[in-house]
């Protein structure tokens, strides 16, 4: 659960914040009715509120929201914004929206319970015709040669420590979890390729299962894949996480390293097949790695999943 000082880093996050405003002036009337869902202190309802809406709903599950509640009554807009605080599948408000105004991400479009949380909305919260904000997320990925980088942090702490005490064990189960790149950043060697493509108006989000492919020019080592979205909050009106862009800085990137570094020549194809899927609450991702000669003889593969705690957990609960 965020605290005030996520919330307010949110807020200050301009290019974040901007694009929603410019989705919200766009299409808000004085007939409609918002549901800000996942509202963490009410910002953007207040926002909606403010610009004229004719009923706002903010649903949160922290108890933060009731500084949004206090906000609104400082306002003098009591009477037109309505909080819930609790789970979004016990609210059940008076009217229906036709307005949706939703951040429910992580690092990637993919956090615990939020595909099926708005699922839930879109059954019971909003009319057949309601604008979804967003619109539509595309997820990318591109492999990264940092050698400097996976010393740091994939070599130690497991294989060089003050201990002297190898754990190559540990090692590869915390080598294939999923972790944010460094303040300076991480700058892949090749293109990024689009894995994923969440159309929120859609009946059923698809989680993705993609083959992605680069072929390298020159010899190249690659240390991990970087991953990224871009979001449409409402068509016309986009954001990018890309390495280089003018990014939003709430959300950052995510890396998924390789359990050992994969060596390509000059003609090589380097295949990287990538699936996410629900696990304990939560998502969880699979990579598989596979290094093609230019005649097509392959001559290295990986195979990964970051579900090692999950698994764990299964086990020593006795569920699996």
């Known amino acids: 659960m965020y605290g005030l000082l996520e919330y307010g880093n949110m807020l200050r996050d301009r290019v974040r914040t ?24 009410g910002a953007f309802a207040l926002y909606a509120a403010v610009k004229g809406a004719r009923k706002v709903y903010a649903v949160e599950t922290s108890p933060l929201l009731d500084y949004g509640r206090r906000e609104a009554e400082r306002l003098g807009l009591g009477d037109r914004i309505e909080f819930f605080n609790g789970p979004a599948q016990d609210f059940e408000p008076e009217l229906r929206a ?10 990637l479009p993919f956090l615990g319970d939020a595909h099926a949380v708005l699922a839930d909305a879109k059954q019971r919260l909003l009319t057949s015709d309601a604008l ?19 010393a740091r942090e994939i070599e130690q702490p497991w294989l060089q420590n003050d201990l002297e005490l190898p754990m190559p064990l540990l090692r590869e189960a915390e080598g294939s979890l999923p972790r ?11 293109p990024g390729q689009c894995f994923a493509t969440l159309d929120y108006a859609a ?5 993705p299962t993609a083959t992605l492919q680069w072929t390298a020019e020159q010899a190249q080592t690659i240390h991990c894949y970087l991953l990224w979205f871009d979001a449409t909050i409402v068509p016309g009106i986009e954001m990018s996480a890309a390495p280089g862009a003018k990014a939003p800085l709430v959300y950052g990137r ?20 990538i ?8 998502f969880a991702y ?22 090692h705690e999950a698994f764990l957990a299964a086990r020593t609960s006795g569920v699996a």
């Open 98 to 107: 036709d307005m949706l105004i939703s951040d429910l991400r992580g690092a």
């Open 286 to 307: 699979t990579w598989t790695t596979t290094v093609l000669d230019a005649a097509g003889s392959q001559h290295q593969q990986l195979r990964q999943h970051s579900a």
């Open 254 to 273: 995510l890396v998924l390293p390789l359990l050992k570094p994969v060596q390509l020549a000059a003609g090589d194809r380097l295949s990287l097949r």
């Open 203 to 207: 009946e059923v989000i698809s989680l």
């Open 180 to 190: 944010r790149p460094p303040p300076r950043g991480l700058t892949p060697c090749f």
């Open 132 to 150: 979804l904000m967003p619109h539509q997320d595309r997820v990318f990925a591109a492999p990264v040669d940092d050698p400097a980088w996976y």
């Open 18 to 41: 901007q694009a929603y405003r410019a989705a919200i002036d766009r299409h808000l009337r004085p007939d409609s009715v918002v549901l800000d869902l996942g509202a963490g202190t």
């Open 275 to 282: 699936s996410v899927w629900p696990a304990a609450g939560d």
